[in-house]
């Protein structure tokens, strides 16, 4: 009886730890989202290098 009582217990506190993570998940998702916004705005369309950090502008593409 006391061991379902305690594995119920730890289930209960594991989804707890779920929920949590996952909004953590979302907040830093949405972190990362206005970043690539405001470095977009600020030096326009490109890639990061992420070993270097440096920005290289992706070529404007032109009609033919």
């Given at each position: 009886q006391q061991l379902s009582k305690d594995i119920i217990f730890a289930l209960g506190e594991i989804e707890l730890q779920k929920t949590?993570?996952?909004?953590?998940?979302?907040?830093?998702?949405?972190?990362?989202?206005?970043?690539?916004?405001?470095?977009?705005?600020?030096?326009?369309?490109?890639?990061?290098?992420?070993?270097?950090?440096?920005?290289?502008p992706l070529e404007e593409q032109t009609d033919k």
């Open positions: 949590s993570l996952i909004d953590r998940y979302r907040e830093v998702t949405s972190k990362q989202e206005e970043l690539g916004n405001e470095l977009n705005k600020k030096y326009g369309d490109g890639k990061i290098n992420l070993t270097s950090g440096e920005i290289t």
